[in-house]
């Protein structure tokens, strides 16, 4: 079933390293981007969500990791569905993490939103997965192939189109149309991210206004994702 529809849906594009910047995009239910930051930090973050307690917000991170081992809960059921199509998922768990990271980003994003009022369980939050929007919504069931680790020759065309299918269904400020071609290093991975947090809150309007799948629930998270429609 869709989610709650509300009036406005911020999108995060959360970098899992607190010392590297996030995106954050807020859309309205008409499809137009009220407002952008490139934030650094998670009190950068909060003060966009902050300013808007009645939106519902998708976060491109995981924000609970119950398990020790191997995939979370949610990300089981959504390989069972997806995996099919070519979409893995890493696997998020408490011994990876610790491992990795000396303090990750999303769990102190989820302890904020939970202080402001955005829980699973009251259907204001969700993680979202732009792979698989975009798959499910804009390539046909097919895995886009956009970011870093892809060879420049493949990436710039997926970048490309990729920004052409958010720009056709977001209402974009003329100036924030960047052309893909002239940018490289950290002004390409930026309009990556701006274009990921677009995804995200696009997920979230088009599941408030269509059938969706949730996978998870409010104890390990709630993953969501829309339907996938295959056109010939």
Request: hydrophobic share 40%; aromatic share 10%; charged share 25%.
């Amino acid at each position: 079933m869709p989610i709650a529809s509300r009036a406005f849906y911020i999108g995060i594009d959360l970098a899992w390293s607190l010392e590297n910047p996030s995106g954050a995009a807020i859309i309205d239910d008409k499809s137009h981007l009220v407002a952008y930051r490139y934030c650094h930090g998670v009190e950068e973050i909060m003060q966009l969500v902050s300013a808007n307690p009645d939106a519902v917000v998708g976060v491109d991170a995981p924000l609970i990791i119950p398990n020790a081992t191997g995939h979370r809960p949610n990300e089981r059921e959504f390989l069972k569905k997806f995996a099919r199509y070519g979409l893995g998922v890493h696997a998020a768990n408490r011994t990876l993490f610790e491992k990795r990271f000396e303090r990750y980003a999303g769990f102190e994003l989820y302890a904020q939103l939970q202080d402001a009022g955005f829980g699973f369980d009251r259907d204001n939050l969700y993680e979202v997965y732009p792979h698989a929007t975009i798959l499910s919504l804009f390539n046909g069931g097919q895995v886009l192939r956009y970011k870093a680790s892809v060879p420049k020759a493949e990436r710039i065309p997926a970048l490309k189109q990729l920004q052409t299918a958010m720009f056709d269904v977001i209402t974009i400020p003329n100036e924030m149309k960047k052309p893909i071609e002239p940018l490289k290093g950290k002004e390409l991975k930026a309009e990556e991210d701006f274009l990921d947090s677009l995804v995200c809150a696009y997920t979230l309007l088009h599941c408030g206004q269509n059938e969706c799948c949730s996978f998870g629930n409010d104890t390990v998270g709630k993953l969501l994702t829309p339907k996938i429609v295959l056109t010939m």
